[in-house]
């Protein structure tokens, strides 16, 4: 047999997945870590605790019976963006982990737009924004608040580039992980010098670029002893975890679209060129496939909100789902079923903590359309399901708006999990919505670059064709068009008639 480990380097834990070459899940583990956060605005984490959860992983995997470590040809790493750490001249780390969430850099993040320009930084970057989440705001923050620190930093390196250096030794990062620091050149494929020099670092600095999917040599010794890992297998660049995530559901071309709707939903549409947006409203990402890029559409509240009203007025579904042995959130679903399309007029907006693209207003809140004393609880529930849809509407216009052919649209995360909220979604944007067997895409997705580093497959659609299957295919309905699409403009009527309410109400 031979294997490939996909690791997927998250927020809060690291989930290591073992594939065979017909991307069936061979063994998997997965150990949980925590955040210090000892303000508001910080959040960091210890190096170590990604390494220990790491090893942790690995050692686990290989408890299974029918695994040798030996079967293991290569190794890729899905990784959380952004969040970096920094190493002395002998290879030490100076101190935590700087988590993407970490929001410190807000005055720094202000000092490079007025030195650039928001313009020049979407042209050069492909960021439509100077967040205090990118990673040269804050390395602007240590060299001002800690000056002595900053100068003993001899190698800044993002999380997937700090495990890769773990097990090989080796300084290495890729274009996909790196898009969002700030720090990279999109169309040139190289560091952006004039931003080095404004923050005070070097090229020596960082580690060495290169695409995703290409060897970076197999595991030391000490790394071998310490995870069980053997020392043949090789490391490849692995991918920013949206552009690993594409790769493991089959979105490796132009018409494919990936939409990923857990507690935020994230968008991912395949380009074969840098395409910035004339009004600024989305960023262009380099992808995990060379050569190609991704736009990527994002809003901070989907599936948060359903969790919302299942903690706060599912109570009775929480506990019959514990008598039944049962999830809460299918009985949710049921409940909703039983309301036809379009909740007999009850229209949501999702905004509960602002909006993200395509209005990008921190102001933007939660509403609840057209209640009557005809609503019930099903009524509320389908209503907020259908809102996602609409949503995620908005945003697929909006990319045929810029140019995007969208044919079909892959769905992940766990609102994946339910056929009623993939044939709204389905109907609402009359395209198909296809789920794909595994679970685990941003894994499986480091896996398959694995497989491309080792030589297994020649070229990442062999590997697609080989490791990715799909599950179901939604095709919409048209009888539901009519109502959908009266909903549907219901939807963005009242969002834009409210924008000035927003407005005052934050004023107050």
């Known amino acids: 047999m031979t294997f490939f480990l996909g690791i997927d380097l998250g927020t809060t834990s690291v989930k290591c997945v073992l594939f065979d070459q017909q991307g069936k899940v061979a063994a998997s583990a997965l150990k949980e870590y925590e955040l210090l956060m000892p303000s508001p605005d910080i959040v960091e984490a210890k190096p170590e605790t990604y390494w220990e959860a790491f090893r942790t992983c690995t050692k686990e995997i290989l408890k299974h019976p029918n695994i040798d470590a030996r079967e293991i040809l290569g190794l890729g790493i899905s ?12 290879g030490n780390t100076l101190g935590n982990v700087i988590v993407w969430l970490d929001n410190r850099s807000k005055f720094e993040a202000k000092i490079i737009q007025d030195e650039f320009g928001i313009d020049e930084v979407y042209r050069v970057t492909g960021q439509n924004v100077v967040s205090p989440t990118w990673t040269a705001t804050k390395i602007l923050w240590l060299k001002r608040n800690e000056p002595l620190l900053f100068r003993k930093v001899d190698k800044f390196l993002f999380l997937e580039d700090f495990l890769i250096y773990k097990l090989t ?5 890729e274009h996909s992980v790196v898009c969002s620091s700030l720090l990279f050149n999109i169309s040139r494929r190289r560091w952006w010098k004039e931003i080095l020099d404004f923050i005070g670092i070097n090229e020596d600095q960082l580690p060495q670029l290169n ?14 002893k310490e995870t069980g890992l053997s020392t043949k297998t090789l490391v490849s660049t692995g991918a920013y975890d949206q552009a690993a995530n594409a790769i493991g559901v089959g979105n490796i071309k132009n018409g494919v679209v990936t939409e990923t709707t857990g507690g935020a939903m994230a968008i991912v549409a395949t380009v074969d060129k840098i395409l910035l947006d004339p009004k600024r409203r989305i960023p262009c990402q380099h992808h995990a496939v060379f050569g190609k890029y991704f736009l990527q559409p994002w809003c901070q509240t989907a599936g948060a909100v359903l969790k919302w009203f299942r903690d706060n007025f599912g109570k009775q579904e929480i506990e019959e789902a514990k008598m039944q042995n049962k999830d809460a959130y299918d009985l949710l679903m049921e409940q909703a079923s039983k309301v036809p399309p379009g909740s007999d007029g009850l229209v949501l907006l999702p905004h509960f903590m602002g909006a993200a693209s395509p209005e990008f207003n921190p102001d933007a809140k939660g509403v609840l359309f057209g209640l009557t004393l005809y609503h019930g609880k099903g009524h509320v529930i389908r209503a907020i399901i259908e809102s996602i849809a609409y949503m995620l509407r908005r945003n697929i216009e909006l990319l045929e708006e810029l140019g995007v052919e969208v044919k079909e649209v892959r769905s992940t995360g766990g609102a994946a999990r339910s056929p009623l909220w993939n044939q709204i979604k389905a109907d609402v944007l009359q395209k198909p919505i296809l789920t794909v067997r595994k679970e685990e895409t941003a894994a499986l997705g480091a896996a398959m670059l694995a497989g491309l580093a080792t030589g297994m497959f020649p070229s990442l659609n062999e590997a697609v064709q080989s490791m990715v299957s799909i599950k179901e295919r939604f095709s ?10 009266k909903e549907y403009e219901k939807y963005v009527e009242l969002y ?3 924008r000035i309410v927003f407005k005052n109400d934050c004023k107050d």
């Open 79 to 90: 990784s959380q963006g952004e969040s970096f750490t920094y190493l002395d001249k002998d």
């Open 496 to 498: 834009n008639n409210l």
């Open 476 to 485: 919409p309905q048209a009888a539901n068009r009519e109502t959908y699409d």
């Open 211 to 224: 695409p995703s999917g290409v060897p970076v040599g197999e595991i030391m010794s000490n790394a071998s």
């Open 169 to 173: 030794g080796k300084f290495v990062t």
